[in-house]
């Protein structure tokens, strides 16, 4: 399969993105009561402090951390694209590497659990069908890199309808090149952002071909500013939170 390669451009735009928005980012994500819920009912008796984990995109590594904790784990490693941003991870355990989630930096089948947290949707390319093949590649590293009967856990915002996706994407990309503030999309500053169904993310994790779903995590999200809400209604959009689980076959 052919795929595009996050541009030069594109690729600084997101850095920029991170550089700008890290504060923000920063704890955004790690005491969600889904993932801190699945994390503890699917994943934790999986592992043990032998266990290697790779997050990819990961921050500043607070989920990391939040796994550490629990699973005594001592090999975490945070793979991150804008490793300058993020080179001060929250615990001292936590192993910073530097690379892209489109060609991850190591050997075949290295990790009992991998998770993405929110990463799909900043994996951009110039029109939604690279979007898509770059998210499709994301994941084929994910599964190259995880030991047989190892478990991969994917996080996502998504939306109900394609159709909320392409209006996002072009809505954010348009928004990045011009300087035009898009906030009340709930978006930050420069983002730009394909997002996926919850049925999208499945199929991609079906189509691997050698993943085994196990589990289909879902909540709707709530939008309380009006606009993002009166748009939301109009294009049937249903924001919310997907998480799939999924292991690898031997």
């Not at 920063?26 to 005491?31: C, L, V």
């Not at 941003?85 to 060609?103: E, F, P, R, W």
């Not at 929110?118 to 029109?127: A, E, N």
Request: proline residues 2%; glycine residues 6%.
């Amino acid at each position: 399969m052919a795929v595009e390669r996050l541009d030069s451009q594109l690729k600084e735009e997101t850095i920029a993105h991170f550089r700008l928005a890290q504060d923000s980012y920063a704890d955004k994500r790690w005491h969600d009561p889904l993932l801190i819920n699945t994390l503890s009912e699917s994943i934790y008796q999986n592992l043990s402090s032998d266990s290697r984990v790779l997050e990819v995109g990961g921050g500043s590594g607070y989920i990391l951390r939040t796994i550490a904790e629990a699973t005594k784990a001592k090999c975490v490693i945070n793979c991150e694209l804008s490793a300058d941003v993020y080179n001060s991870q929250v615990d001292s355990k936590i192993q910073l590497v530097k690379g892209t989630a489109l060609g991850l930096p190591f050997t075949d089948k290295c990790f009992d659990f991998v998770l993405s947290v929110d990463l799909l949707h900043h994996l951009v390319g110039k029109s939604m069908r690279n979007s898509r093949r770059n998210q499709l590649a994301a994941l084929a590293e994910m599964s190259r890199v995880a030991s047989d009967n190892g478990l991969i856990l994917i996080y996502e915002t998504c939306y109900g309808s394609e159709l909320s996706n392409f209006l996002v994407f072009y809505a954010s990309l348009c928004a990045s090149k011009l300087g035009i503030d898009v906030s009340w999309l709930y978006l930050q500053k420069q983002a730009i952002v394909c997002f996926l169904t919850r049925n999208q993310i499945v199929d991609m994790v079906n189509n691997q071909g050698i993943l085994q779903c196990l589990g289909v995590f879902h909540r709707k999200n709530a939008l309380k500013k009006p606009l993002a809400r009166f748009m939301s209604t109009m294009l049937r959009a249903n924001p919310g939170t997907a998480i799939v689980i999924s292991r690898k076959a031997r």
